[in-house]
């Protein structure tokens, strides 16, 4: 019997899925690995090093219920199958973030991950609407892909039951995310009492700074986060007083990035053109009616959802 995970965090990219991660990692009678778990992805799946990685996590767990988050499980059309071979009766979260948004926060994170080149939103965006990119940086689809989570979740309900998949809303959950978070405890049957720590963190808090990100992707800084981030498949390589010496070099990254640099050059919300930003809308309008009617229910009062027309619980707009 396949040692299947209790659950799994779908995502949506750039919506507070690594803060779940946290938040469920540090309870004492959860199990997940620390770092996301691209496995159930092209190129990376393979079925029987995926059942190996099961076992293996199911013996760490040690009584513990597990599962692991991979926050592009939701956007990749490739992975609701796979989740189904080898999770079948896992249960599924995803928590949802208005597009526009998200899109915006992801822009900036691509640019810092040197996944697309380094420029005004009004210019990028512009691109990653038009499609320019697509054919040159692999990733620049999805950008606005992972947006559509309408199209994501319909192709999820194709292999899971309705009630196998949990889905929440961000905008509605931040007010109180300590409530949101014992509300998870308590769907998964564990201890809805503790106090985690990890409500306090921003682990992947985005910069808007485009000269702090320009700096960052200078080799010295990007080697170090990319390749020595702890949890990745090369940090588990080094032992003794490697690890820790690279261990240091990242956190060496990130206090002159979070701290350092950002004293000197703050980040400042993008301002992005009225325009630009309804056509964004524009684009997300039919996913966002897909997405309603998916779930039964309307959308919360997101801005890119009301620029768009589409009906959201604030009532029916234009």
């Given at each position: 019997m396949k040692a299947a995970p209790h659950f799994a965090i779908l995502g949506a990219q750039k919506s507070a899925s690594t803060l779940l991660h946290r938040c469920l990692r540090q309870h004492p009678a959860v199990h997940m690995p620390g770092s996301e778990t691209e496995l159930f992805e092209d190129p990376f799946y393979d079925e029987a090093r995926t059942d190996a990685w099961m076992d293996e996590q199911q013996r760490i767990a040690a009584g513990r219920i597990w599962g692991f988050k991979r926050a592009d499980l939701l956007g990749r059309p490739e992975c609701p199958a796979r989740l189904r071979h080898h999770a079948p009766e896992s249960l599924l979260l995803a928590l949802l973030r208005d597009p526009v948004e998200r899109l915006i926060s992801a822009y900036y994170w691509y640019m810092k991950m040197a996944y697309i080149p380094v420029l005004p939103p009004e210019e990028g965006l512009r691109k990653v609407l038009d499609g320019t990119w697509n054919d040159t940086y692999p990733h620049a689809g999805e950008l606005l892909s992972y947006g559509?989570?309408?199209?994501?979740?319909?192709?999820?309900?194709?292999?899971?039951?309705?009630?196998?998949?949990?889905?929440?809303?961000?905008?509605?959950?931040?007010?109180?995310?300590?409530?949101?978070?014992?509300?998870?405890?308590?769907?998964?049957?564990?201890?809805?009492?503790?106090?985690?720590?990890?409500?306090?963190?921003?682990?992947?808090?985005?910069?808007y700074n485009l000269t702090r990100i320009?700096?960052?992707?200078?080799?010295?800084?990007?080697?170090?986060?990319?390749?020595?981030?702890?949890?990745?498949?090369?940090?588990?390589?080094?032992?003794?007083?490697?690890?820790?010496?690279?261990?240091?070099?990242?956190?060496?990254?990130?206090?002159?990035?979070?701290?350092?640099?950002?004293?000197?050059?703050?980040?400042?919300?993008?301002?992005?053109?009225?325009?630009?930003?309804?056509?964004?809308?524009?684009?997300?309008?039919?996913?966002?009616?897909?997405?309603?009617?998916?779930?039964?229910?309307?959308?919360?009062?997101?801005?890119?959802?009301?620029?768009?027309?589409?009906?959201?619980?604030?009532?029916?707009?234009?």
């Open positions: 559509e989570y309408g199209a994501a979740l319909a192709r999820y309900r194709e292999y899971f039951p309705e009630q196998q998949i949990r889905v929440w809303f961000f905008e509605e959950q931040r007010a109180d995310m300590a409530a949101w978070v014992a509300e998870v405890y308590a769907l998964l049957g564990i201890d809805t009492s503790f106090a985690t720590k990890a409500l306090h963190e921003r682990p992947k808090q985005s910069v320009r700096i960052f992707r200078q080799p010295p800084f990007h080697r170090l986060w990319i390749e020595y981030c702890p949890g990745s498949r090369e940090w588990w390589t080094f032992k003794g007083m490697r690890a820790n010496a690279r261990w240091l070099a990242k956190a060496g990254v990130i206090v002159t990035e979070r701290h350092l640099l950002r004293r000197f050059l703050p980040d400042r919300k993008p301002v992005i053109p009225a325009g630009l930003r309804e056509e964004l809308a524009t684009f997300y309008a039919p996913d966002a009616t897909r997405l309603s009617t998916l779930l039964g229910r309307p959308l919360p009062a997101w801005p890119s959802a009301v620029a768009a027309g589409v009906a959201t619980e604030a009532g029916a707009v234009r």
